[in-house]
């Protein structure tokens, strides 16, 4: 029988009362098979993993509906019940992940007759045990617990701050010089004779790359870089002072030790050590590329000493319309929304070797998302739902949630993009962020095929889960993909040496960029390994040793920094994916980016497996070879 999507309530019906049904539903399964599992009945191993797999089907379903919900329901309190739940369901995790007796029955089975694939699960299941503390004392257990239940807390706290938190400026409507004229007509004139620009993305990055008025632009970035400060500063203390604590009791010397132990990187210090590297590989191309960035911005400002955020974005598009003739909304012609959307569709339904069905009748929970079925052949294999367009209360990000995890035969993978995209032209950079989230999407659902919900789709190390998704971004810069959709208002196609000197921009600016994501990932590292007392004194010296542009005084960029919560001391992943990435698109024709025989190979080896094998085993599969730095470092110095 085929699989049926998840039955989601009418717009207007009670989705409160639906969270908490569906979680209460999944917590009472979860619990009967911990139940049964410690009854005292005797069970071969494979047994004993069929029913650990029934409640962590529950559990993951359960925590898919919490944690989507929790960011796009439209009403707030539907949006604090899903929290609630998410905070329930993780208490539960928690609790299970301590249980002795439990812990007991499934390190005592006999693995001898289990599958490679079922062996793996009850080794990474001890192991998730053992680093959750179950065999610490009790005393232990029991603060790693109340650890647990505030660090939940603490995450969403700081999470819901930084979405809670839009700042505005206001300003004469002459200081929108520069900007396009379709922002400036969304932007209309207040009773005062005044205009407001948000620190939301739609708002923010437009204004960041157009507007003239460097006053203004310092006054915007300004506002941005401290949102959520200074109430996220002692929520951001408490958390990592918890993190810091959590992993001493386990018996690791600081947090990103415990946190790098289950990731491709295996340790803390080979962050540092790689952060280093990356850092070093960057040094001479960000310095070669801040010259022209410096020279141009002092023509505008003579005097000016150095280069800071108020000031990057503006004049990286300028060097890049003015130098590599590169005009954005020449470019954002191109790119209208819908064009990009069904385009999107298409390329990767050729590429994967599946197709979408739009369901118009499928329930959602705001009316501009739209569902749809992925189908392989006849068969329905996987559902998603796009919610792409901002609206007040929302996630203000770009990202793919699990709405269900797929296991075979018993559930369908169904998941949710979340972005937030104007609804007509879109600057290339959110054509380049659709592809990479779609990645993603594309990972959870293909990879959705799994016996043990352990493995379903995106459920690889965290470290790798970027590469599938920063690969599928090569696409939205090949000239061949673009001419299949990105078409003006007259119909035309957008120009393939248009498209070549996007992109020789979009490389203008990398080494800078690298160095960036260093000072990032620095961030992340330092302050989860010292838990320093003063965050904003450690991110300011961070800055100044990997980052070229300079730190605008008085911000705090720390607070609003939303992966501190999501990725703790593993920011670092983005670009360690990035080098696997680079890796694995050699593989691939450039001259034929939808060759069918690789893609269905890389769709095969990379994507459907999800986490059953080591990524590095994955990838060594897809490449016939083990994943090198040679690609990334060459792409950096080119
Ligand atoms: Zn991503």
Not at 125 to 142: I, K, N, P, S
Not at 246 to 270: C, H, N, T
Not at 442 to 455: A, T
């Amino acid at each position: 029988m085929p699989l049926a999507p998840l039955d989601l309530p009418a717009p207007d019906a009670d989705w409160s009362a639906y969270v908490g049904e569906e979680v209460g539903r999944c917590l009472d399964q979860a619990r009967a098979v911990v139940a049964q599992l410690t009854d005292g009945t005797s069970r071969t191993a494979a047994e004993v993993l069929e029913l650990w797999n029934d409640g962590d089907i529950a559990l993951g379903r359960a925590s898919g509906v919490a944690g989507l919900l929790a960011q796009v329901h439209p009403e707030v309190e539907v949006r604090t019940r899903s929290e609630d739940a998410a905070a329930e369901l993780a208490k539960f995790a928690t609790e299970r992940a301590l249980d002795r007796g439990l812990y007991d029955v499934l390190a005592a089975v006999d693995p001898s007759g289990l599958d490679a694939t079922a062996a793996r699960l009850l080794t990474l299941t001890l192991r998730d045990f053992r680093r959750a503390g179950v065999d610490r004392d009790e005393a232990t257990r029991a603060r790693l617990v109340a650890i647990s239940d505030r660090q939940t807390l603490l995450g969403q706290d700081f999470s819901r701050t930084i979405r809670d938190d839009v700042r505005s400026i206001r300003i004469a409507p002459a200081r929108l010089a520069g900007l396009p004229q379709d922002f400036i007509d969304a932007h209309p004139v207040g009773p005062d004779g005044l205009v407001t620009i948000t620190t939301d993305y739609p708002d923010v990055i437009p204004f960041r790359t157009f507007a003239r008025d460097a006053a203004a632009r310092r006054d915007l970035t300004c506002a941005f870089l401290d949102r959520a400060w200074p109430k996220n500063d002692p929520i951001l203390h408490e958390l990592l002072a918890l993190r810091a604590e959590q992993a001493r009791l386990l018996g690791y010397s600081d947090w990103p030790d415990f946190d790098a132990e289950v990731k491709m990187i295996g340790e803390g210090a080979a962050i540092a050590e790689f952060i280093d590297k990356i850092a070093d590989l960057a040094q001479s191309p960000a310095e070669r590329e801040l010259e022209p960035l410096l020279a141009r911005a002092r023509r505008d400002m003579p005097g000016l000493e150095q280069l800071t955020a108020a000031d990057h974005t503006y004049y990286i598009e300028m060097v890049r319309r003015e130098d590599y003739d590169v005009d954005a909304q020449e470019v954002r012609a191109y790119f209208d929304f819908a064009k990009v959307r069904a385009g999107l569709l298409e390329v990767t339904g050729r590429l994967f070797g599946v197709t979408y069905a739009e369901r118009s009748s499928a329930r959602v929970w705001h009316r501009e998302v739209t569902a749809y079925d992925v189908l392989r052949g006849a068969e329905v294999v996987g559902r998603f739902y796009l919610d792409l367009h901002p609206r007040e209360g929302k996630f203000k990000h770009a990202a793919q949630f699990t709405l269900a995890p797929g296991v075979d035969g018993r559930m369908l993978p169904e998941g949710a993009l979340v972005c937030n995209f104007p609804t007509g032209l879109m600057p290339h950079s959110d054509v380049v962020t659709l592809f990479h989230e779609f990645g993603h999407l594309l990972h959870h659902v293909l990879g959705g095929r799994q016996r043990w919900v352990r493995f379903s789709g995106v459920a690889t190390e965290w470290d790798f889960v970027e590469a599938p998704s920063q690969m599928l971004e090569e696409w939205a810069w090949d000239p061949a993909i673009l001419r299949t959709f990105a078409t003006n208002a007259a119909g035309e196609p957008i120009p393939a040496d248009l498209v070549a000197r996007m992109v020789r921009a979009k490389e203008f600016g990398k080494g800078l960029q690298a160095r960036t994501q260093m000072f990032y990932a620095a961030v992340s590292y330092y302050l989860h390994r010292d838990n320093p007392p003063d965050h904003t004194e450690v991110v300011a010296a961070l800055q100044h040793r990997y980052d070229l542009i300079a730190r605008l005084p008085g911000t705090h960029f720390q607070a609003s920094f939303g992966h501190l919560d999501g990725y703790s001391s593993a920011y670092y992943t983005y670009m360690w994916s990035l080098v696997i990435a680079k890796d694995l698109f050699s593989a691939f024709d450039r001259a034929d980016l939808l060759a069918p025989e690789v893609a269905a190979r890389y769709r095969d080896a990379i994507l459907a497996p999800g986490g059953s094998k080591d990524a590095a085993e994955l990838v060594e599969d897809f490449l016939g070879r083990p994943y090198c730095f040679d690609t990334f470092g060459a792409w950096l110095a080119s």
